[in-house]
């Protein structure tokens, strides 16, 4: 009767234990092979998950001049046209 009773917890072990257990793993295994195709074959082309993941390099970028726009350069004759009216004024 002993073996009948063990017999009958592997059979529940089984079924809610075991089967559950491999059910999971099958589909985090589905998953985890379907992103790794998915990543060598579009993924790793695409620009934004290039940049993301660190597998583009970073372009150097140029400094940016002091007097690239229109404000800049008319602060600048003004202050120019204001240097040479204090020069001249005083000499």
Do not use: C, D
């Amino acid at each position: 009767m002993a073996g009948g009773g063990l017999a009958a917890a592997w059979e529940l072990a089984v079924v809610f234990l075991v089967r559950p257990l491999l059910a999971v793993f099958f589909v985090f295994t589905l998953i985890l092979l379907s992103w790794y195709v998915a990543w060598r074959t579009v993924l790793v082309h695409v620009p934004l998950v290039q940049e993301i993941a660190g597998l583009r390099p970073k372009k150097a970028t140029k400094p940016k001049p002091a007097n690239r726009g229109r404000f800049s350069k008319f602060y600048q004759s003004q202050a120019e046209a204001a240097a040479q009216s204090k020069s001249e004024g005083s000499s």
